[in-house]
């Protein structure tokens, strides 16, 4: 067993002596490992520190999700680069993380960088490694889910967000089911499934409507539905 992700052109790992993941209660720290992969990955920052908090490594995604160069950081300490990181979740989990020989994952706004990172953090016998991602995007589309889903609790209107293209369905509400008369999972596993309840004599028109929306433009048009009903 083993933990590991991919960062640049590298796998990172850790990997205990007993072959398995480390249990948080034991005081064993996994080795920190390193091995080559043809898989590169351009979403994930990687960066390592020694005992002193000095930067070891910096991948190029971390060099630019912090808006620095990777080769003017490597030597430098961790908290003399980011001062603003003192006193933030990073510096309580990532201390906790050292002091308590275990791994930590958690999720910070940083204001200076006007981003949301997840971040996971491993130490090791030497000091501590970082894997972290911009999350900002997929946490406000969460956000803004979520306010959807408050504004329709009441409403017995249907209102869904698709991707462009109704490639997939982000939210639809409950209503939907009562007034097209198909389950939500349905429209889940078929974004397009909504076409088949309304009247056959509507649905190019909808379809048209549909290719409006993903380019973009407003529309307002009314349709039939449930046609099985009439």
């Known amino acids: 067993g083993q933990s590991d992700f991919v960062a ?27 091995r080559q992969t ?31 160069d990777s080769h003017t950081l490597v030597g430098e300490v961790f908290w003399e680069e980011f001062p603003e990181a003192e006193g933030s979740v990073f510096e309580n989990k990532t201390k906790e993380a050292v002091e308590e020989h275990r791994p930590v994952s958690f999720q910070e706004c940083c204001g200076t960088l006007d981003a949301e990172f997840c971040v996971q953090a491993h130490p090791s016998d030497d000091g501590l490694s970082v894997c972290f991602e911009d999350v900002t995007e997929e946490m406000e589309k969460e956000r803004e889910l979520e306010k959807y889903g408050r504004i329709v609790e009441s409403s017995q209107e249907i209102l869904w967000m698709f991707e462009p293209g109704f490639t997939e369905v982000l939210f639809v509400s409950s209503s939907y089911e009562e007034i097209l008369g198909q389950s939500i999972e349905e429209v889940h596993d078929d974004p397009t499934a909504f076409v088949d309840a309304t009247h056959p004599d509507d649905r190019e028109i909808l379809r048209k409507k549909m290719g409006s929306v993903s380019d973009g433009e407003p529309v307002d048009f009314e349709i039939r539905v449930n046609p099985d009903e009439e």
């Not at 993941?21 to 920190?32: A, G, I, Q």
Request: glycine share 6%.
């Open 38 to 68: 043809k898989k590169q990955t351009t979403e994930r920052g990687f960066f390592s520190v020694d005992s002193d908090w000095r930067f070891k490594h910096v991948n190029k995604k971390a060099a630019d999700l912090l808006g620095e």
């Open 8 to 34: 640049d052109d590298l796998v990172y790992g850790w990997l205990p002596e007993n072959g398995s993941l480390r249990n948080t209660e034991s005081d064993r720290v996994p080795k920190l490992y390193v």
